[in-house]
């Protein structure tokens, strides 16, 4: 429940505490839930919706880069270029135009 909640709310600032809270655990009893469950850190796990997320609106929509990165939860657009570029080496401008390019092309 604590993952859909997170999910539904990608743009908020998501602390470790709040979260144990919100699922009545512990700290330390909900990163060891959360890494059994996901296999991976909290941390990751978000950086990975975000960028599904910023994926999912730069493929479907005409939303600015800036808005894009507000609604994904990067917070400025250059936080998100950084993060774009580390995880799939290119931009977010060169994603959309290359996805919609691929999208558009006859088979």
């Given amino acids: 429940a604590v993952l859909d909640w997170v999910t539904r709310h990608l743009a908020q600032e998501h602390a470790i505490d709040d979260l144990a809270q919100r699922a009545a655990m512990s700290r330390r009893n909900f990163t060891r839930h959360f890494r059994q469950a ?3 850190s909290f941390k990751q796990w978000l950086l990975a919706q975000r960028l599904a997320h910023a994926r999912w609106m730069l493929e479907t ?7 894009v990165a507000q609604q994904a939860g990067f917070g400025s657009a250059l936080s998100l270029r950084q993060h774009f ?4 080496q290119t931009s977010p ?3 959309r135009k290359a996805f919609r390019d691929n999208v558009t092309r006859p088979q």
């Fill in 38 to 40: 996901t296999g991976t």
């Fill in 61 to 67: 929509g005409d939303a600015a880069v800036e808005v």
């Fill in 85 to 88: 570029r580390a995880a799939l």
């Fill in 93 to 95: 401008a060169a994603y």
